[in-house]
């Protein structure tokens, strides 16, 4: 079992070389323009969500920062679960519009916090996430990866805000089929990061038969359930302090996650090769 998870950990991070194979628009861009975040509360609809984030996915790859890779997997995804409102396809569309409201805000409240220096604010595995952009050499994969590992973490959070404060009983039905959702969206992901960042990647997508795709999705869909059962178990919770206390587990879940998720097989290493990397300018730190 742990062979067949390295293995599919791996073709995981094949799938990201999506952000790994041809010429890279550069480095983090620390140090440069502040990048422009709406204004606390003023998200407010899916209209909203996708909006700010193609508005980020610019400025990201305008000052060549590299988390705009992540950015851009979460366009796509979000432009996908839009498309499927109103067409029948979920039970409760409005359950699923405020997810989509509520996880964009964590992660917004996330990156906002990074930005004016609030590490406190930041949950640890988004400190990883966004600190890796900061290396002076970085193999372009884990910044897409650690992030998205660090924004299923937020779902947990998302769960339990939508149904507790918001008043909306979550949907296990429309939770499960935002999976289906997500894996016809690989594809249109792929091409939209090999058009701005990797044009080799195309032909990587075809040596890879596919599995890459699937073993990305393998992954997606364990760390969504797991970040659904933390959800729940935190609507279960009396008290302030048990909740503190899932929310710590929580991200100690999430931050071995993302240390296992760095630990590359060898064979991938010499794959990536120095087109994988990269290079950030040095900056100090927060």
């Known amino acids: 079992m742990r062979l067949v998870s390295t ?55 305008a000052r060549h920062d590299a988390r705009g890779v992540f950015v851009t997997i979460y366009v796509v995804s979000s432009e996908a679960l839009y498309k499927r409102l109103g067409t029948g396809f979920f039970e409760d569309d409005a359950y699923v519009a405020r997810v989509m409201v509520v996880f964009a805000g964590l992660y917004l409240e996330a990156l906002g916090a990074y930005e004016r220096g609030d590490r406190r604010r930041v949950p640890p595995a988004w400190r990883l996430a966004h600190d890796a952009t900061r290396e002076n050499r970085v193999r372009k994969h884990e910044l897409a990866i650690l992030a998205v590992n660090a924004h299923i973490r937020d779902l947990a959070v998302a769960v339990y805000r939508v149904e507790r404060e918001h008043g909306l009983p979550n949907s296990r039905h429309d939770y499960v089929a935002v999976n289906d959702v997500l894996r ?103």
């Open 7 to 61: 293995v599919c950990l791996g073709s995981l991070c094949a799938f990201f070389l999506s952000a790994c194979v041809g010429t890279p628009h550069g480095g983090a861009g620390r140090g440069r323009a502040p990048v422009p975040l709406p204004r606390p509360g003023t998200v407010k609809s899916p209209e909203d969500v996708i909006s700010t984030l193609r508005a980020l996915e610019r400025s990201f790859t």
């Open 184 to 286: 016809d969206a690989t594809g249109r992901a792929q091409h939209r990061l090999a058009t701005i960042y990797a044009a080799g990647m195309h032909a990587l997508d075809v040596l890879g038969l596919d599995l890459d795709e699937r073993f990305a999705h393998a992954f997606l869909v364990r760390r969504r359930a797991a970040s659904w059962q933390f959800g729940q178990r935190l609507l279960r919770a009396d008290s302030a302090a048990e909740r503190a206390a899932i929310v710590a587990e929580l991200d100690a879940d999430a931050v071995r996650e993302a240390r296992r998720l760095r630990r590359l097989p060898m064979f991938l290493r010499w794959i990536e090769g120095e087109n994988a990397v990269w290079r950030v300018p040095a900056s100090p730190a927060l």
